[in-house]
């Protein structure tokens, strides 16, 4: 049995909201899963930039928290 390990992508809209994708992993396959529209994707590879992606073109949420919200 594969050991199951979750992360996740957070990034903030232009009007402060946060959106969250949630990266379950499991073997080499992971689930994608974004918290504010329900999209679910699998990834075998670069998982966290496809949900960056995601954020980006389905949510305008590019700000990232852990830089302090800096957008230069």
């Not at 966290?48 to 302090?68: I, N």
Request: glycine share 6%.
């Amino acid at each position: 049995m594969p050991h199951i390990t979750n992360s996740r992508v957070s990034r903030w809209d232009q009007h402060g909201r946060s959106h969250i994708v949630r990266v379950e992993k499991a073997g080499v396959q992971r689930q994608l899963t974004c918290e504010t529209c329900g999209w679910r994707r699998t990834a075998r590879f670069l998982p966290w930039l496809k949900a960056e992606e995601h954020l980006e073109r389905e949510h305008q949420a590019t700000v990232d928290p852990a830089s302090g919200g800096d957008r230069s």
